[in-house]
């Protein structure tokens, strides 16, 4: 007796691979490169942005005799650290390092503590103008500096803070760019989550603090990095703002130090190489957050 199988007939084996092996069917195109052909592209340019990078690491370990020689001479005869030990010794960069850093820390975690308090109240709560001031707030990030650093000025000063560290620590303790980049965020995180921990009693501060957070790190990277990005790089506030040397940040610091020895082009790529170290380390250890954020957060609201 033939039992007739209801499941339908497997093919054979080597079959599918028969079908591809005959003349007429279409195969599969294989790179015939171990990476994507756009490296081909991403590759000169990469190098392209890093020359002057690499020319800056170089000329801080070459003498003053090798940098002020013509024609300039592309690689030092041996390692001179003397321009590093002239900065850290001979000057008040170390101070200024520690001012930048205080500044750009204190600017931070400010960034990070109200950008995710008030990116979570306009992402989730709904209250009489909260739209109006989302549009307001969003709006100043149009307004230009220039306009506005007369005002600030008048405001510190009227505070007592000019030539202090206050002065450069209170304009940036929140930014519009910060509480609108997590709202975004938060708006792409599903409600289940929240509305389940509701449910167990949590408040939306813990909800905010055990749920949301944890679940918002590459937001929070992309706020860290960008805000420690523009604090550590600005001149123009601390240019106006500080007049006393012992209070001067990095950036400034460094502009003036470059404009009092401007022989010593090798003290002077050496402070530029401290500059830029850790503006590099801080992007390398959130690149990936940095993209994942940027990606996941899109314009959504």
């Known amino acids: 007796m033939t039992v007739t199988s209801a499941l339908p007939d497997a093919a054979p084996p080597g079959a599918e691979t028969a079908d591809a092996r005959r003349p007429g069917a279409p195969r599969p195109r294989r790179s015939r490169l171990p990476f994507s052909a756009w490296h081909l592209l991403l590759a000169p340019l990469a190098l392209l942005f890093a020359v002057p990078l690499i020319w800056l690491l170089v000329s801080s370990v070459m003498s003053n005799a090798e940098i002020n020689r013509f024609p300039p001479a592309l690689w030092p005869s041996h390692i001179d650290l003397g321009g590093y030990r ?21 600017a931070v975690v400010s960034n990070l503590v109200f950008g995710a308090l008030g990116g979570y109240a306009f992402a989730r709560m709904r209250f009489a ?16 500096f220039q306009l506005t650093m007369i005002p600030t000025f008048l405001v510190m000063k009227r505070l007592g803070l000019i030539d202090t ?3 450069l620590i209170v304009p940036s303790l929140v930014t519009p760019f910060a509480v609108f980049l997590l709202r975004q965020f938060f ?4 409600r289940e989550l929240e509305e389940a921990a509701w449910i167990d009693g949590c408040s939306r501060l813990r909800v905010l603090l055990l749920i949301v957070l944890p679940l918002s790190r590459p937001a ?6 960008l805000t420690f990005l523009s604090t ?7 240019l106006i ?9 990095l ?8 404009g009092l020895h401007h022989t010593r082009w090798s003290a002077v790529m050496a402070g530029n190489v401290l500059t830029v170290l850790p503006v590099l380390l801080a992007f390398l250890a959130a690149q990936k957050q940095f993209i994942q954020s940027i990606t996941s957060s899109g314009l959504k609201g």
């Open 129 to 144: 103008g909260s739209r109006t001031l989302l549009v307001l707030m969003l709006a100043t990030m149009a307004i230009p």
């Open 241 to 249: 703002a500080i007049n006393h040397d012992t209070q001067y940040t």
């Open 220 to 225: 929070l990277s992309t706020v860290a990095v």
């Open 232 to 238: 550590w790089n600005d001149l123009t506030w601390p």
């Open 86 to 106: 002239y900065v850290l010794g001979n000057a008040l960069f170390p101070r200024w390092f520690a001012n930048s850093l205080i500044v750009s820390v204190v």
């Open 251 to 258: 950036q400034l610091g460094l502009t003036t130090f470059q």
């Open 165 to 167: 560290l206050g002065a």
């Open 187 to 190: 708006l792409s995180l599903p």
